[in-house]
């Protein structure tokens, strides 16, 4: 990763105080998203610890997810899989629920969607207490798959969501 990506992506990161509730500093990366080559040199970096690690398929958590793994699964030439919530998926599904601070939530993907030697990178726009990336873990080893790791643009040191994950390589372009 070139020495200043995550300094640029950083600068592109709005800090919205109490969005979508009181208390929460959501991190907006519609900025980030808008400048072609912040947006590109982020993807890269996103990309770079996993090439050459035989990574087959993302898996993309919904819903800003989705708008990283895309581009890293044709990146590492690897599948795209969705990660959806509930009742979102047309097929068979897989599922599993987790607590988030205030309420319970589920993900789910396609049964048929990765199979055991499937090497999956678990890809999200942001690790807050690692919830999230943690059920998706449990999702693809529901399926027999492999994960090998966690990527994220942005995460939050200060939650301590790397805790949660703690035989996986996690990957970020910016900490705070
Ligand atoms: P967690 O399960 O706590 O790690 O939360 C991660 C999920 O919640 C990701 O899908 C993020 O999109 C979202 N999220 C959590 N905190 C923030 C935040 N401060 N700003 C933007 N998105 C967040």
Redesign the pocket.
């Known amino acids: 990763m070139s020495a200043n990506v995550g300094q640029r992506v950083a600068a592109t990161i709005r800090d919205v105080p109490d969005f979508p509730v009181a208390g ?4 907006d990366i519609t900025p980030m998203l808008g400048d072609a080559t912040v947006f590109r040199d982020a993807i890269e970096a996103m990309a770079e610890p996993f090439l050459g690690t035989s990574v087959t398929h993302v898996l993309a ?1 919904e819903s ?2 989705f708008l990283f793994a895309s581009p890293l699964a044709l990146a590492m030439t690897a599948g795209l899989v969705l990660a959806r919530k509930p009742g979102r998926l047309p097929w068979k599904t897989s599922r599993v629920s987790y607590d ?1 601070e205030y309420r319970a939530d589920s993900l789910e993907v396609h049964v048929d969607s990765l199979s055991p030697g499937d090497r999956v990178l678990i890809v ?10 943690a059920a998706a873990v449990r999702l693809v080893e529901q399926l027999g798959a492999t994960p090998v790791g966690v990527c994220v643009l942005i995460e ?1 040191s200060f ?1 301590g ?1 790397r805790a949660r994950l703690p035989d996986l390589p996690v990957h970020r372009v910016v900490s705070y």
């Open positions: 929460v500093v959501f991190k958590i800003r997810g988030l999200d726009d942001v690790l807050a207490t690692g919830g999230t990336a939050l939650l969501g």
